[in-house]
């Protein structure tokens, strides 16, 4: 069993910057064993991918929406990863999602993610 907790969300303006934090716990599975996304929904639309990074840190994939925006990383030693987000838009707008893989590698479909967190909301103002 793995706990999530998304924090960092918030109200910024267009162009502005969040970082969002995602703690992982839970007894049973090693950090370093899990591979993680984080993914977003925005209100009358489907929950879609935004980027994922592997165990190691190394490997990362982004949406095209966000590339070049936004940072996905991991601090192993503190069980959390991070979305670090750039020049946001009001298109960002929508609650927030981290998740994890814990056994296999991280993908774009949110199916193929084993535990989810509660989620944060991001409001991007224009």
């Known amino acids: 069993q793995v706990q999530l907790v998304e924090s960092g969300g918030g109200l910024v303006q267009a162009g502005g910057s969040l970082r969002l934090s995602c703690a992982a716990s839970?007894?049973?599975?090693?950090?370093?064993?899990?591979?993680m996304g984080w993914f977003r929904q925005a209100p009358g639309k489907e929950r879609e991918f935004v980027a994922n990074i592997g165990w190691s840190g190394v490997s990362t994939d982004y949406a095209d929406s966000v590339k070049g925006r936004f940072t996905i990383s991991r601090a192993n030693a503190k069980n959390t990863v991070y979305l670090q987000m750039n020049s946001l838009k009001p298109e960002d707008t929508a609650v927030y999602y981290c998740?994890?893989?814990?056994?296999?590698?991280?993908?774009?479909?949110?199916?193929?993610?084993?535990?989810w967190g509660q989620g944060t909301q991001v409001t991007v103002s224009s």
């Open positions: 998740a994890v893989v814990q056994y296999g590698v991280a993908t774009q479909n949110a199916n193929s993610y084993d535990y």
């Open positions: 839970g007894r049973t599975v090693a950090f370093t064993d899990l591979a």
